[in-house]
């Protein structure tokens, strides 16, 4: 099990590369820059938009009896199910009748919200949708972020959960620079999403080859398997919504054989 610890940098000397790195790229660069931060920023004011149709923060629980805790305070909004450890991140989308549908990054219906601030939940329990209300007081939702020591342990723990429960050695690779809280909530849905396979008799044979889960940064969320290694990149800049969720690691797994055979997606 390897750990890499953060690089400590001054605001000023990053500010510096910043600066360099910019004028050094000339004014094509500089164009792609700027455009790709009017995107983002379009992108920001849409979510802003389709969120003030989400009801307050708080938990709420459906008819079927699911409760779920629904934090607006991040950029996107966040869920989280009762006796859960994943917090998901919602994406909104418009919907006729002026409904907004907010969705998981797998694609997945989660809740419906009408023009009202009329909630529907949907689930596996419930793939109809079921009507939500308030039940009180909800707690943020924002990932924890914990010193050197506390993050060696927590990999150590979750490496020996996951290969006892497998039977076998699993090795824990993370590599932290500047999203320690991210980081850490990307290990532990991902190892948790592994541990639910390997309980489930129908996905548990996707797991008989791997043998190790790396967790890194970079510019593009994904969860990828190959040659025993679960791939985790996370993206430091979006936030909460910069790891992937436990269906999309999921589908990594059942897309691993189809590459194998050198088959395209």
């Not at 510096?16 to 004028?23: D, K, L, N, R, S």
């Not at 979750?158 to 980081?183: C, K, P, W, Y």
């Amino acid at each position: 099990m390897k750990l890499r610890l953060p690089a400590l940098r001054t605001s000023a000397s990053l500010a510096a590369a910043t600066a360099f790195a910019v004028v050094a790229a000339g004014a094509p660069a500089w164009a792609q820059v700027r455009g790709n931060v009017q995107a983002e920023q379009s992108q920001s004011l849409r979510d802003r938009l389709f969120s003030r149709n989400l009801p307050a923060n708080g938990r709420y629980v459906s008819e079927t009896g699911q409760g779920f805790i629904l934090d607006r305070s991040a950029s996107t909004p966040l869920l989280r199910f009762d006796r859960s450890v994943e917090t998901w991140v919602l994406r909104p989308t418009p919907a006729p009748r002026g409904d907004v549908l907010y969705r998981n990054d797998a694609g997945d219906l989660v809740l419906r919200v009408t023009p009202d601030g009329g909630m529907t939940l949907y689930t596996r329990a419930a793939p109809g949708g079921s009507p939500v209300t308030l039940a009180g007081p909800g707690e943020s939702l924002a990932p924890p972020a914990l010193g050197p020591v506390q993050l060696f342990n927590l990999m150590a723990r979750r490496s020996a959960l996951v290969s006892s429960t497998l039977g076998r050695l699993v090795e824990i690779n993370l590599s932290v620079d500047r999203s320690e809280a991210l980081s850490v909530d990307a290990l532990i849905v991902t190892t948790d999403a592994v541990i639910r396979m390997a309980r489930s008799a129908t996905a548990r044979g996707y797991l008989t080859r791997l043998r190790s889960i790396t967790i890194v940064e970079g510019d593009r969320v994904s969860a990828t398997y190959a040659r025993g290694d679960l791939r985790i990149v996370v993206d430091p800049d979006r936030g909460p919504a910069g790891r992937p969720s436990s269906a999309r690691i999921i589908n990594a797994f059942a897309d691993e054989p189809r590459r194998g055979s050198g088959a395209g997606r």
